[in-house]
């Protein structure tokens, strides 16, 4: 009876516990507003007053950075697909506010206080998965209904069977292909409510459609809140820094970068010095993920030169196997860059000869159009020679109703005897 007592006690202070613990993190979250964001980035980047958005984040990456493309990769959660950075700040630009591309300073971030798996458009096309930033001072609604400008294309596109891995960035299609893809794709519109925080999130790709063209079971990844900013992979759950932030706090100062720089000072994406541990960083998670994990390696003894050239044989082995793989893989995406641009042609050609055959089909109707005229032409012409000709009628002279009698005409012998007759005296 005791022990049942006992028991009863403890899980009824485990309850207890569980019901206040998260009510005093919430509060503490519900604190937290737009100066978190400010402080814990100005390390890897400028804050700078943009037109028409104000404070913005440039962060120090190099031309070839694309947010939700660069150093990073989807896993599904319980949100929908969410994205993974490898950067230190990832927590925070991927999860809140939106992305800006300027012309001459690349991508910008502008902040918000809703917290999401991610902030793109997502597209579906036959054998193809796509997304693209959302841009600031849209909603989800107005995003699924932009339309498509070439002109400002920040569309990636991967072969739906590559969606999930893990170095996503190796597997991106040629981007010259683009339109094509998103003339024969459809919007992925579907959305999940999430009543704790009043938002509603993109979920990306159905599971199932990953799961049937990868040939993979895809079980969705648990978030866990983490207390500190930053964000990693653990044990098969993404550890996540998303506090409830607030645009204000009360009337007190209104938070501000401490550091401002000004726009004119800000360096272009080419001209940018990124800092190179960040760079060692996310290039070592790269190639930790596509090797397979060695096994240390034991030093030979010191004299022992037939070991240490079997070492060495067997490091130039797997060294060349390396390259090996990592040459069929680059042959596999120019064949693949390559099917891509011959399919393009091929629309072009099917695009042309349609053309033709429709020039073709108008060019005959006008042929039939004038055979037409001409047949009615030549009916004509047939009928006005077919009536008789009608004689014109000479007119009676002016008040004359009787019938004009025909004039008499002398005969020789008469006109004989009247000369005569005048030659007698």
Same mark, same amino acid.
């Given at each position: 009876?005791?022990?049942?007592?006992?028991?009863?006690?403890?899980?009824?202070?485990?309850?207890?516990?569980?019901?206040?613990?998260?009510?005093?993190?919430?509060?503490?979250?519900?604190?937290?507003?737009?100066?978190?964001?400010?402080?814990?980035?100005?390390?890897?980047?400028?804050?700078?007053?943009?037109?028409?958005?104000?404070?913005?984040?440039?962060?120090?990456?190099?031309?070839?950075?694309?947010?939700?493309?660069?150093?990073?990769?989807?896993?599904?959660?319980?949100?929908?697909?969410?994205?993974?950075?490898?950067?230190?700040?990832?927590?925070?630009?991927?999860?809140?506010?939106?992305?800006?591309?300027?012309?001459?300073?690349?991508?910008?971030?502008?902040?918000?206080?809703?917290?999401?798996?991610?902030?793109?458009?997502?597209?579906?096309?036959?054998?193809?998965?796509?997304?693209?930033?959302?841009?600031?001072?849209?909603?989800?609604?107005?995003?699924?209904?932009?339309?498509?400008?070439?002109?400002?294309?920040?569309?990636?596109?991967?072969?739906?069977?590559?969606?999930?891995?893990?170095?996503?960035?190796?597997?991106?299609?040629?981007?010259?292909?683009?339109?094509?893809?998103?003339?024969?794709?459809?919007?992925?519109?579907?959305?999940?409510?999430?009543?704790?925080?009043?938002?509603?999130?993109?979920?990306?790709?159905?599971?199932?459609?990953?799961?049937?063209?990868?040939?993979?079971?895809?079980?969705?990844?648990?978030?866990?809140?983490?207390?500190?900013?930053?964000?990693?992979?653990?044990?098969?759950?993404?550890?996540?820094?998303?506090?409830?932030?607030?645009?204000?706090?009360?009337?007190?100062?209104?938070?501000?970068?401490?550091?401002?720089?000004?726009?004119?000072?800000?360096?272009?994406?080419?001209?940018?010095?990124?800092?190179?541990?960040?760079?060692?960083?996310?290039?070592?998670?790269?190639?930790?993920?596509?090797?397979?994990?060695?096994?240390?390696?034991?030093?030979?003894?010191?004299?022992?030169?037939?070991? @240490? %050239?079997?070492?060495?044989? !067997?490091?130039?082995? $797997?060294? /060349?196997? +390396?390259?090996?793989?990592? #040459? =069929?893989? *680059? &042959?596999?995406?120019?064949?693949?860059?390559?099917?891509?641009?011959?399919?393009?042609?091929?629309? @072009? %050609?099917?695009?042309?000869? !349609?053309?033709?055959? $429709?020039? /073709?089909? +108008?060019?005959?109707?006008? #042929? =039939?159009? *004038? &055979?037409?005229?001409?047949?009615?032409?030549?009916?004509?012409?047939?009928?006005?020679?077919?009536?008789?000709?009608?004689?014109?009628?000479?007119?009676?002279?002016?008040?004359?109703?009787?019938?004009?009698?025909?004039?008499?005409?002398?005969?020789?012998?008469?006109?004989?005897?009247?000369?005569?007759?005048?030659?007698?005296?």
């Amino acid at each position: 009876m005791k022990l049942k007592i006992k028991q009863l006690a403890i899980v009824l202070a485990l309850s207890i516990a569980a019901l206040i613990f998260p009510k005093s993190i919430s509060a503490q979250q519900n604190n937290v507003n737009f100066q978190i964001f400010y402080d814990e980035l100005s390390p890897y980047g400028d804050w700078v007053d943009y037109q028409n958005y104000g404070y913005v984040w440039v962060p120090n990456v190099g031309p070839d950075f694309v947010p939700y493309s660069t150093a990073g990769y989807w896993t599904l959660t319980n949100y929908g697909w969410t994205w993974v950075s490898d950067y230190e700040w990832g927590w925070a630009p991927f999860h809140y506010g939106r992305w800006s591309y300027d012309n001459y300073y690349g991508w910008l971030w502008v902040p918000d206080n809703e917290w999401g798996p991610s902030w793109v458009n997502w597209r579906r096309a036959n054998g193809y998965y796509g997304w693209s930033p959302m841009e600031p001072g849209f909603s989800i609604s107005l995003s699924f209904n932009r339309p498509y400008n070439r002109y400002n294309d920040h569309w990636m596109f991967v072969r739906d069977r590559d969606f999930e891995r893990r170095d996503l960035n190796s597997y991106f299609v040629d981007r010259s292909v683009n339109a094509m893809i998103i003339r024969n794709s459809t919007v992925i519109n579907t959305v999940y409510i999430d009543n704790s925080r009043h938002t509603t999130y993109v979920t990306g790709p159905a599971r199932d459609d990953v799961q049937r063209v990868t040939g993979r079971r895809i079980s969705p990844v648990a978030i866990r809140e983490n207390s500190r900013p930053g964000q990693e992979m653990d044990n098969g759950q993404l550890r996540l820094y998303r506090p409830q932030v607030v645009k204000n706090v009360g009337s007190g100062n209104k938070p501000a970068p401490r550091r401002i720089e000004n726009l004119e000072n800000v360096k272009r994406p080419s001209e940018r010095k990124v800092q190179s541990q960040q760079q060692n960083n996310t290039r070592q998670l790269n190639i930790n993920r596509n090797q397979p994990i060695q096994q240390p390696q034991q030093t030979a003894p010191a004299g022992n030169k037939e070991r @240490q %050239q079997q070492q060495q044989q !067997q490091n130039d082995s $797997r060294q /060349q196997n +390396i390259n090996k793989a990592k #040459q =069929q893989q *680059q &042959q596999q995406q120019n064949d693949t860059r390559q099917q891509n641009i011959n399919k393009e042609r091929q629309l @072009q %050609q099917q695009q042309q000869q !349609q053309n033709d055959t $429709r020039q /073709q089909n +108008i060019n005959r109707e006008r #042929q =039939q159009q *004038q &055979q037409q005229q001409q047949n009615n032409n030549t009916r004509q012409q047939n009928i006005n020679k077919a009536q008789p000709a009608q004689q014109p009628q000479k007119a009676a002279p002016a008040g004359s109703n009787q019938r004009q009698q025909p004039a008499k005409v002398k005969s020789q012998k008469q006109i004989t005897r009247e000369q005569l007759r005048k030659r007698q005296p």
